[in-house]
């Protein structure tokens, strides 16, 4: 059931030691190239062997010395069900160590899915090819990245992407929560650990106690369950949008923050989360950004510049995917942006 191949993040090397090809994972941080995480298969098709077999332990290290630590032992992928609250898992297109805090229920609306024949409409003239999708409920985590691992995937994802509105009094005035994110179910490599906070972050013991009588042994604390009822309206995840174009693949995530008071005018603050996948075999760069916002009160606005959040990604087989958060803001409490 679980994967052969395993976390390449960290630069991890992987180490046959016994007969029932137990793989030990030893992974190393070069602080010179970061993190270098392939996806992994979720079957065992690289040895063959059943799934009940197998055994992962694997390591970080510190840069300096590069020594090697244990971090813990990898679980069974979920294939049915959610990953309960207090669950260590790596991130299996990013690398980094985490936590999930709690799950959220999304509709999902992937393009690349071809809908049944009978579902399927005839395109009005002047369609250009678009095509009306229904939403699937995907499952989501809000999770906790942990510290250490947050300056090797800086360049490929944002670790303080999950922002809110501050007071009333600016209303453009913004803060963030620092390695906090939001993972597809699909992304989530589950492992167990023997020790009582395998994460660092601010956080982690504020939101999560130790419980060695639950599985996972991280439960939620009285404060995590008020945090998530008072930021609810903000924090909920509720559509994903996603589209495969020329083997790139783009998933975005709109989040309405809120409405604030400017000029004598109501002002709508949507953040976007975007992730881009490169599923093909050549190198490709993201250049410049063209947007085109509009909001239902009738404004047309055009955005143009070089690359996004000052960065022109690179996207290759080693490094496919790159994330980031950024936010608009509407005249209207809804509209469109393409």
């Avoid at 809000?142 to 800086?154: A, F, G, K, N």
């Amino acid at each position: 059931m679980a994967a052969c191949a395993l976390r390449r993040g960290l630069l991890s090397t992987v180490s046959k030691y016994n007969k029932k090809h137990t793989q030990r994972i030893l992974s190393v941080v070069d602080s010179s190239s970061g993190f270098e995480v392939n996806r992994p298969r979720l079957q065992c098709r690289a040895c063959g062997l059943p799934g009940g077999v197998q055994q992962r332990r694997f390591m970080s290290s510190r840069p300096e010395g590069k020594i090697l630590e244990t971090v813990g032992v990898f679980e069974a992928v979920k294939q049915h069900g959610k990953y309960e609250t207090g669950q260590l898992f790596l991130h299996s297109v990013f690398g980094y160590r985490g936590i999930v805090l709690f799950p959220w229920h999304a509709r999902l609306y992937d393009r690349d899915i071809t809908p049944p024949m009978s579902d399927s409409k005839p395109e009005p003239p002047g369609a250009h090819g678009s095509k009306e999708v229904k939403g699937k409920t995907h499952t989501y985590y809000q999770v906790l990245i942990d510290t250490r691992d947050c300056p090797h995937i800086s360049q490929r994802s944002q670790t303080e992407a999950v922002t809110f509105l501050a007071n009333h009094d600016d209303s453009r005035a913004l803060y963030a929560i620092p390695g906090l994110d939001y993972v597809s179910h699909e992304d989530i490599l589950p492992y167990n650990s023997a020790e009582q906070a395998p994460i660092q972050h601010e956080l982690f013991e504020r939101f999560l106690m130790y419980n060695p009588a639950k599985s996972p042994p991280f439960t939620a604390r009285d404060t995590l369950k008020a945090w998530q009822e008072k930021n609810h309206p903000w924090l909920e995840l509720s559509d994903v949008h996603r589209e495969t174009t020329e083997n790139i693949r783009v998933t975005v995530i709109p989040f309405y923050m809120g409405m604030r008071e400017a000029q004598n005018s109501h002002v709508y603050w949507w953040r976007y989360c975007i992730r881009l996948e490169n599923m093909g075999n050549e190198v490709v760069q993201l250049r410049e950004r063209h947007w085109r916002i509009f909001s239902l009160s009738g404004t047309l606005e055009t955005v143009r510049g070089r690359g996004v959040v000052g960065r022109e990604p690179v996207l290759s087989k080693e490094q496919p995917a790159f994330q980031y958060s950024s936010h608009v803001s509407l005249q209207a409490p809804s509209g469109h942006m393409w």
